[in-house]
């Protein structure tokens, strides 16, 4: 059990670092796509977090702004997301089989000489 606001930040920066370190794409997928989706699965944990955006999505939780990299330590102009914007962010997810499709596309343009294979990834 957490019992004072600095035990409950080292419990979010931990379960962060789980996420994290789960597999390999990790900060790419909750920086460039998927960072709302992050935001919800905070808010699954800490029912109290909040969304804030800039216009990447943070999550705020007791007056401290994360995401998939950590607490934010940087001051930026975060605004809370709201509800008008909720439909476009879920919307947003960038799934497996978007993935697929787009390093599909990208072997094909290698395979036709287009780009170098280096850039595959």
């Known amino acids: 059990m957490v019992t004072n606001m600095e035990d409950r930040h080292e419990q979010v920066i931990n379960i962060i670092r789980a996420i994290r370190e789960s597999f390999g794409s990790s900060i790419a997928v909750y920086t460039q796509g998927n960072c709302y989706q992050f935001y919800e699965i905070l808010k699954s944990i800490f029912?109290?977090?909040?969304?804030?955006?800039?216009?990447?999505?943070?999550?705020?939780?007791?007056?401290?702004?994360?995401?998939?990299?950590?607490?934010?330590?940087?001051?930026?102009?975060?605004?809370p997301v709201e509800n008008n914007r909720l439909i476009a962010l879920t919307a947003n997810k960038y799934t497996d089989e978007r993935r697929k499709t787009e390093a599909y596309e990208r072997f094909k343009l290698h395979n036709a000489g287009i780009i170098p294979y280096y850039l595959l990834d």
Not at 48 to 76: C, N, Q, W
């Open 47 to 79: 029912p109290d977090a909040e969304a804030y955006e800039s216009p990447h999505v943070f999550t705020k939780i007791d007056g401290r702004f994360y995401d998939i990299r950590g607490e934010l330590k940087t001051p930026l102009n975060l605004l």
